[in-house]
Protein backbone atom coordinates (compact mmCIF):
# COMPACT_ATOMS: atom_id res chain seq x y z
CA UNK A 1 0.00 0.00 0.00
CA UNK A 2 0.74 3.47 0.62
CA UNK A 3 4.70 4.09 2.04
CA UNK A 4 4.97 7.31 4.46
CA UNK A 5 8.83 7.75 5.53
CA UNK A 6 9.95 8.89 8.72
CA UNK A 7 13.71 10.27 9.20
CA UNK A 8 14.92 9.74 11.71
CA UNK A 9 14.12 6.24 12.41
CA UNK A 10 15.88 7.20 15.92
CA UNK A 11 16.67 10.12 18.08
CA UNK A 12 18.75 10.34 21.17
CA UNK A 13 18.73 13.84 22.88
CA UNK A 14 19.46 15.70 26.32
CA UNK A 15 16.38 17.05 27.78
CA UNK A 16 16.39 21.71 26.79
CA UNK A 17 17.33 20.57 23.02
CA UNK A 18 15.67 21.11 20.17
CA UNK A 19 14.58 18.22 17.58
CA UNK A 20 12.64 17.53 14.51
CA UNK A 21 11.21 14.71 13.57
CA UNK A 22 10.99 14.85 9.64
CA UNK A 23 7.87 12.97 7.69
CA UNK A 24 7.32 12.29 3.91
CA UNK A 25 3.69 11.68 2.89
CA UNK A 26 2.28 9.85 0.33
CA UNK A 27 2.76 11.95 -2.71
CA UNK A 28 -1.19 13.19 -3.10
CA UNK A 29 -2.00 13.08 0.24
CA UNK A 30 -3.50 16.12 1.72
CA UNK A 31 -4.15 15.46 5.32
CA UNK A 32 -0.84 14.82 7.44
CA UNK A 33 -1.17 13.96 11.37
CA UNK A 34 1.17 13.16 14.27
CA UNK A 35 0.65 10.49 16.95
CA UNK A 36 2.57 9.81 19.74
CA UNK A 37 3.00 6.15 21.81
CA UNK A 38 4.89 5.91 24.92
CA UNK A 39 6.20 2.64 25.57
CA UNK A 40 3.33 0.37 26.58
CA UNK A 41 0.75 2.30 26.35
CA UNK A 42 -2.12 3.17 23.31
CA UNK A 43 -0.69 5.61 20.50
CA UNK A 44 -3.06 8.90 21.08
CA UNK A 45 -3.63 12.24 18.39
CA UNK A 46 -1.17 14.83 18.40
CA UNK A 47 -2.04 16.80 15.70
CA UNK A 48 -3.85 17.02 12.14
CA UNK A 49 -2.57 19.40 9.42
CA UNK A 50 -4.08 20.83 5.99
CA UNK A 51 -3.75 23.20 3.08
CA UNK A 52 -0.88 25.02 5.71
CA UNK A 53 -2.71 25.20 8.85
CA UNK A 54 -3.29 23.02 12.24
CA UNK A 55 -6.83 21.78 11.66
CA UNK A 56 -7.36 20.30 15.00
CA UNK A 57 -4.89 19.59 17.81
CA UNK A 58 -4.77 17.12 21.35
CA UNK A 59 -3.99 18.57 24.92
CA UNK A 60 -0.90 16.16 24.45
CA UNK A 61 0.16 18.85 21.65
CA UNK A 62 1.89 21.17 23.76
CA UNK A 63 2.82 24.79 23.30
CA UNK A 64 6.47 23.56 23.08
CA UNK A 65 4.91 21.66 19.89
CA UNK A 66 4.74 23.22 16.05
CA UNK A 67 4.26 21.39 12.70
CA UNK A 68 4.78 23.02 9.39
CA UNK A 69 5.22 21.36 5.51
CA UNK A 70 7.11 24.16 3.61
CA UNK A 71 6.57 24.11 -0.05
CA UNK A 72 5.83 20.72 -0.35
CA UNK A 73 9.08 19.73 1.42
CA UNK A 74 8.51 17.53 4.61
CA UNK A 75 5.95 17.33 7.36
CA UNK A 76 7.68 18.25 10.61
CA UNK A 77 7.16 18.27 13.70
CA UNK A 78 9.38 20.39 16.01
CA UNK A 79 9.85 20.27 19.93
CA UNK A 80 11.29 23.50 21.66
CA UNK A 81 12.64 22.69 23.95
CA UNK A 82 12.30 18.95 24.92
CA UNK A 83 11.35 17.59 28.34
CA UNK A 84 11.40 13.86 29.59
CA UNK A 85 8.02 13.12 28.99
CA UNK A 86 8.35 13.69 25.35
CA UNK A 87 10.14 10.06 24.92
CA UNK A 88 7.87 7.81 23.03
CA UNK A 89 7.60 6.50 19.18
CA UNK A 90 6.37 9.48 17.08
CA UNK A 91 3.94 7.81 14.08
CA UNK A 92 3.24 10.26 11.24
CA UNK A 93 0.11 9.38 9.13
CA UNK A 94 -1.52 10.98 5.70
CA UNK A 95 -4.68 10.79 4.09
CA UNK A 96 -5.88 11.86 0.79
CA UNK A 97 -9.19 13.33 2.15
CA UNK A 98 -10.60 12.33 -1.16
CA UNK A 99 -13.73 9.69 -2.57
CA UNK A 100 -13.79 6.71 -0.94
CA UNK A 101 -10.48 5.73 0.33
CA UNK A 102 -9.82 8.95 1.97
CA UNK A 103 -10.70 8.95 5.29
CA UNK A 104 -8.07 5.52 5.15
CA UNK A 105 -4.80 7.26 7.51
CA UNK A 106 -1.39 5.35 6.40
CA UNK A 107 1.83 5.20 9.00
CA UNK A 108 4.76 5.85 8.63
CA UNK A 109 7.06 3.44 10.77
CA UNK A 110 7.57 6.05 13.54
CA UNK A 111 10.82 7.74 15.10
CA UNK A 112 11.77 6.78 18.47
CA UNK A 113 12.71 9.52 20.48
CA UNK A 114 14.29 9.26 23.74
CA UNK A 115 14.85 12.52 25.59
CA UNK A 116 17.77 12.32 28.18
CA UNK B 1 -13.40 12.34 24.53
CA UNK B 2 -13.68 8.87 22.71
CA UNK B 3 -12.66 5.67 24.52
CA UNK B 4 -11.64 2.81 22.47
CA UNK B 5 -11.27 -0.55 24.51
CA UNK B 6 -9.82 -3.78 22.52
CA UNK B 7 -10.07 -7.24 24.15
CA UNK B 8 -8.28 -9.75 24.47
CA UNK B 9 -4.80 -7.90 25.07
CA UNK B 10 -2.86 -11.35 23.69
CA UNK B 11 -4.40 -14.49 22.34
CA UNK B 12 -2.08 -17.83 21.20
CA UNK B 13 -3.97 -19.92 18.48
CA UNK B 14 -3.07 -23.09 16.53
CA UNK B 15 -1.86 -22.35 12.21
CA UNK B 16 -5.47 -23.19 11.17
CA UNK B 17 -7.97 -22.03 14.09
CA UNK B 18 -9.58 -18.64 13.99
CA UNK B 19 -9.05 -15.44 15.95
CA UNK B 20 -11.84 -13.18 17.15
CA UNK B 21 -11.13 -9.32 18.40
CA UNK B 22 -14.15 -7.18 20.06
CA UNK B 23 -13.59 -3.49 20.63
CA UNK B 24 -16.24 -0.93 21.77
CA UNK B 25 -15.98 2.71 21.54
CA UNK B 26 -17.96 5.43 23.64
CA UNK B 27 -18.71 8.40 21.34
CA UNK B 28 -22.09 7.77 19.25
CA UNK B 29 -21.18 10.05 16.70
CA UNK B 30 -17.93 8.33 15.47
CA UNK B 31 -18.67 7.10 11.97
CA UNK B 32 -15.16 5.35 10.95
CA UNK B 33 -13.61 2.55 11.98
CA UNK B 34 -10.30 1.50 10.44
CA UNK B 35 -8.28 -1.66 11.74
CA UNK B 36 -4.78 -1.89 11.48
CA UNK B 37 -2.30 -4.88 11.79
CA UNK B 38 1.51 -4.02 13.13
CA UNK B 39 4.03 -6.85 12.81
CA UNK B 40 7.16 -6.85 15.21
CA UNK B 41 9.62 -3.75 13.92
CA UNK B 42 7.37 -2.85 10.87
CA UNK B 43 4.38 -0.15 10.97
CA UNK B 44 1.02 0.31 11.03
CA UNK B 45 -0.04 -1.55 8.28
CA UNK B 46 -4.29 -0.65 7.51
CA UNK B 47 -6.21 -4.40 7.26
CA UNK B 48 -10.06 -3.16 6.70
CA UNK B 49 -12.75 -0.51 7.99
CA UNK B 50 -16.28 -0.37 8.56
CA UNK B 51 -18.19 2.99 7.99
CA UNK B 52 -21.23 3.54 10.19
CA UNK B 53 -23.47 2.89 8.00
CA UNK B 54 -22.62 -0.81 7.60
CA UNK B 55 -23.61 -3.69 9.67
CA UNK B 56 -20.61 -6.23 7.82
CA UNK B 57 -17.47 -6.24 5.51
CA UNK B 58 -15.36 -9.20 4.27
CA UNK B 59 -12.01 -8.81 3.14
CA UNK B 60 -10.97 -12.49 2.08
CA UNK B 61 -10.05 -14.20 5.63
CA UNK B 62 -11.14 -10.77 7.79
CA UNK B 63 -14.70 -10.07 8.51
CA UNK B 64 -15.21 -6.96 10.66
CA UNK B 65 -19.14 -6.81 12.10
CA UNK B 66 -20.28 -3.77 13.33
CA UNK B 67 -23.22 -2.96 16.09
CA UNK B 68 -23.86 1.14 16.38
CA UNK B 69 -26.54 -0.21 19.06
CA UNK B 70 -23.97 -1.58 21.46
CA UNK B 71 -21.10 0.35 19.96
CA UNK B 72 -19.27 -3.12 19.54
CA UNK B 73 -17.18 -4.20 16.48
CA UNK B 74 -15.25 -7.82 16.05
CA UNK B 75 -12.69 -8.71 13.96
CA UNK B 76 -12.86 -12.54 12.86
CA UNK B 77 -10.18 -13.69 11.24
CA UNK B 78 -10.35 -17.19 9.63
CA UNK B 79 -7.71 -20.05 8.84
CA UNK B 80 -4.97 -18.39 10.39
CA UNK B 81 -1.17 -18.23 9.52
CA UNK B 82 2.08 -17.85 10.91
CA UNK B 83 2.02 -14.71 9.03
CA UNK B 84 -0.95 -13.38 10.44
CA UNK B 85 1.15 -13.12 14.09
CA UNK B 86 1.27 -9.58 14.75
CA UNK B 87 -0.82 -6.50 16.88
CA UNK B 88 -4.17 -5.43 15.73
CA UNK B 89 -5.68 -1.98 16.66
CA UNK B 90 -9.25 -1.27 16.26
CA UNK B 91 -9.53 2.40 15.89
CA UNK B 92 -12.44 4.82 15.84
CA UNK B 93 -12.53 8.42 14.13
CA UNK B 94 -15.50 11.13 14.30
CA UNK B 95 -16.45 13.84 12.14
CA UNK B 96 -12.95 15.27 13.12
CA UNK B 97 -10.10 13.64 11.41
CA UNK B 98 -8.24 12.10 14.71
CA UNK B 99 -8.23 8.51 14.97
CA UNK B 100 -8.70 7.12 19.00
CA UNK B 101 -6.84 3.43 18.77
CA UNK B 102 -7.70 0.89 20.76
CA UNK B 103 -4.20 -0.68 23.14
CA UNK B 104 -3.89 -3.46 20.86
CA UNK B 105 -4.42 -7.30 20.33
CA UNK B 106 -1.36 -9.01 20.22
CA UNK B 107 -2.09 -12.58 18.20
CA UNK B 108 0.87 -15.52 17.79
CA UNK B 109 -0.05 -18.14 15.56
CA UNK B 110 2.02 -21.17 16.52
CA UNK B 111 2.45 -23.67 13.33
Known amino acids: GPKVLQIPSHQIIDMGQMVTLNCDPV?????FYWYKQILGQQMEFLVN????????KSKLFKDQFSVERPDGSYFTLKIQPTALEDSAVYFC??????????????FGPGTRLLVL | GEQVEQLPSSLIVQEGASVLINCSYTDSASVYFPWYKQEPGKRLQFIID?????ERKQNQRLTLLFDKKTKHLSLHITATQPGDSAIYFCSAKGFASALTFGSGTKVIVLP
Open chain 1, 93 to 106: ASSSGLGGRGDTQY
Open chain 1, 49 to 56: FYNGKVME
Open chain 1, 27 to 31: SNHLY
Open chain 2, 50 to 54: IRSNM
